[in-house]
């Protein structure tokens, strides 16, 4: 099974600030015949399901607010969320969907 | 796109349920689907995936629920199930299914309790 592991489990950033949410593959989750790396970023809030923000690594979900950025260095990737906002708030979860079983990180809570 | 579960609630170690996920809003059989448990308080983690039409709907499942959880699904009334047996006290979460990556219901609670 390909282990996901989030760093920190938690931070607090101010307002307008900008967050950084690490997360590392144990193996590659690079598909070579499309050169794309099968990760994705998800916002979790207080009762409510997951909400996908970032796919293929760096590709953000439409409607997605263009604060939120991901990138990618091997089996390393980052969520970045520049001038962050109140509603920003929540858990952010790294997963991979490169191979069954898919995983996903254990979380990081991020406060305002 | 909307996914609607249903389907959990209170039942006691040992018993079974059954989930249901109406799907709508995109041609059902085109995508493989899946289903996602939260614990309380806890993280995400994968139950297991129905593959599409394309894929002869291959089921495959996470190792803590193989040979007790069965996903199916019925294309012609866009209807994804989770039947869950031998059901134990780590299995209370919520459930969730997906659209692969995408959209995500709004998650059904399943309590295993005596």
């Known amino acids: 099974d390909i282990v996901m592991t989030q760093s920190p489990d938690s931070l607090a950033v101010s307002l307008g600030e900008r967050a950084t949410i690490n997360c590392k593959s144990s193996?590659?989750?690079?598909?070579?015949?499309?050169?794309?790396?099968?990760l994705a970023w998800y916002q979790q809030k207080l009762g409510q399901p997951p909400r996908l923000l970032i796919y293929?690594?760096?590709t953000r979900e439409s409607g997605v607010p263009d604060r939120f950025s991901g990138s990618e260095s091997g089996t390393d990737f980052t969520l970045t969320i520049s001038s962050l906002q109140a509603e920003d708030a929540a858990v952010y979860y790294c997963?991979?969907?490169?191979?069954?079983?898919?995983?996903f990180g254990q979380g990081t809570r991020l406060e305002i | 796109v909307q996914l609607v579960e249903s389907g959990g609630g209170l039942v006691q170690p040992g018993g079974s349920l059954r989930l249901s996920c109406a799907a709508s809003?995109?041609?059902?059989?085109?995508?493989?689907m899946e289903w996602v448990r939260q614990a309380p308080g806890k993280g995400l983690e994968w139950v297991g995936r129905?593959?599409?039409?394309?894929?002869?709907?291959?089921?495959e499942y996470a190792a803590s629920v193989k040979g007790r959880f069965t996903i199916s699904r019925d294309d012609s009334k866009n209807l994804l199930y989770l039947q869950m047996n031998s059901l134990k006290s780590e299995d209370t979460a919520v459930y969730y299914c997906?659209?692969?990556?995408?959209?995500w219901g709004q998650g059904t609670l399943v309590t295993v309790s005596s």
């Open positions: 997963q991979q969907y490169y191979s069954t079983p898919i995983t």
């Open positions: 129905s593959g599409d039409k394309g894929n002869s709907y291959t089921t």
């Open positions: 809003g995109f041609t059902f059989s085109d995508h493989h």
């Open positions: 193996q590659s989750v690079l598909y070579s015949s499309n050169n794309k790396n099968y």
């Open positions: 293929w690594a760096s």
């Open positions: 997906s659209r692969g990556i995408w959209e």
